[in-house]
């Protein structure tokens, strides 16, 4: 069977550094806020060309201690894809702002940015921009529009660690990043983590506080934080991990390139190529008409497959304020996405059996 992904054997290659790392640190003696994590953000920094980085618990609160450090005015309206992990739209409740829904390219998945405008008011203040399954967001129009309208641009790159637009990583495409290091991610940790990336010092500092209970000085609190910290052993376990991240999107890279060119079926709708080379490939994601016949279909010949994701986040229990929105192209591609197994241990073997498969989905159906 070939997994939709199996962290164990992605992480067994660096196992004896790994455990090297945990032992380090173990025998250190100092686990929260250390050395560890001060090397970690200077090298994630330098890794993304940012200025700043800090280190924090997991991908959300990177995003939410984003929208507090802004200190947006109440009621400040939030643009944030339809179509995306429903963390990207919680940070933004969580902070006490108004997520305002925009439909995605189904082309590229990723926010619309001529579909952006209409939804800004004289409440707007910022534009979270997702780039969705490591595929960086059409960034010049969304430049050009926050420029116009005084919007600040945060990106959510969890899933994006690496991607580049125009030769810039993301990361470094707008006022502040959130990067999750959630073990499934393109560089995991073997927990929760996450960082922020930003090119403001201010902004920095704040988060910086934020994190650590709004506090520089132990015991004198500045502002009403939380505990949200990148533990010693994560940062270490990521340190071992980071010098082969630009080798294993390679890997990606040429996985996605051998999907794009020998997946041939008029039953699925692939993900464009334009920009193969500079996407880090997450998660391949096709489109099927008949989602669940496929998926079966592989499953039949050995082969899991996942959906990222089934339920639009204005369409969860959670948000049944935002159940009356209609946003028919959104819950088209979560009726439709399926992901294909791409990971950097996939043998050469193993994509020719997802290709042979997938190509012959499409005989079996046709007959
Ligand atoms: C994983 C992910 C997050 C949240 O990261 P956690 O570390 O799990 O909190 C946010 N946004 C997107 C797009 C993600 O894929």
């Known amino acids: 069977m070939i997994a939709h992904l199996d962290l164990g054997r992605e992480n067994r290659p660096y196992e004896t550094e790994l455990l090297a790392a945990a032992q380090r640190v173990l025998t250190s003696g100092w686990y929260i806020l250390g050395k560890e994590l001060a090397a970690f953000e200077t090298e994630w920094a330098a890794y993304c060309g940012t200025s700043h980085c800090l280190g924090v618990g997991n991908g959300l609160d990177a995003?939410?201690?984003?929208?507090?450090?802004?200190?947006?005015?109440?009621?400040?309206?939030v643009i944030v894809p339809a179509h995306t992990y429903v963390a990207s739209v919680?940070?933004?409740?969580?902070?006490?702002?108004?997520?305002?829904?925009?439909e995605p390219d189904t082309a590229s998945y990723n926010i619309d940015p001529q579909e952006i405008e209409s939804q800004i008011t004289e409440k707007t203040r910022a534009i979270l921009v997702v780039h969705l399954y490591g595929k960086c967001c059409d960034m010049k129009p969304i430049w050009e529009l926050a420029r116009r309208y005084n919007l600040k641009i945060v990106e959510d790159a969890a899933q994006a660690h690496g991607a580049l637009y125009q030769g810039q990583k993301a990361g470094n495409l707008g006022d502040a990043a959130a990067f999750s290091f959630y073990p499934t991610k393109n560089l995991g940790a073997l927990g929760d983590a996450g960082a922020v990336t930003t090119n403001d010092a201010e902004l920095a500092r704040r988060v910086g506080l934020l994190r650590n209970y709004g506090s520089e000085i132990k015991y004198y609190n500045e502002l009403q934080g939380t505990n949200s910290r990148l533990d010693e052993i994560q940062a270490a376990l990521l340190r071992v991990k980071l010098p082969h991240l630009e080798a294993d999107n390679r890997r990606r890279r040429h996985i996605a390139h051998r999907f794009l060119t020998e997946i041939h079926s008029s039953l699925l709708q692939l993900p464009p190529a334009q920009t193969y080379d500079q996407d880090v490939w997450h998660l391949f994601v096709v489109r099927a008409r008949q989602r669940e016949e496929f998926m079966a279909y592989l499953a039949e010949q050995g082969i899991q497959t996942a959906i990222h994701y089934p339920v639009a986040p204005h369409q969860q229990a959670a948000y049944a304020e935002y159940h009356h929105?209609?946003?028919?192209?959104?819950?088209?591609?979560?009726?439709?996405v399926v992901s294909l197994p791409l990971y950097p241990t996939l043998t050469d073997q193993e994509v020719d059996q997802i290709i042979q498969a997938v190509n012959a989905y499409s005989l079996v159906v046709a007959e």
Request: proline share 8%; no cysteine.
């Open 90 to 102: 919680l940070s933004i409740t969580n902070a006490g702002l108004t997520p305002r829904f925009v």
């Open 63 to 77: 995003l939410t201690l984003i929208f507090k450090a802004l200190e947006l005015p109440a009621g400040s309206e």
């Open 325 to 336: 929105l209609s946003l028919p192209l959104t819950e088209q591609l979560h009726r439709e």
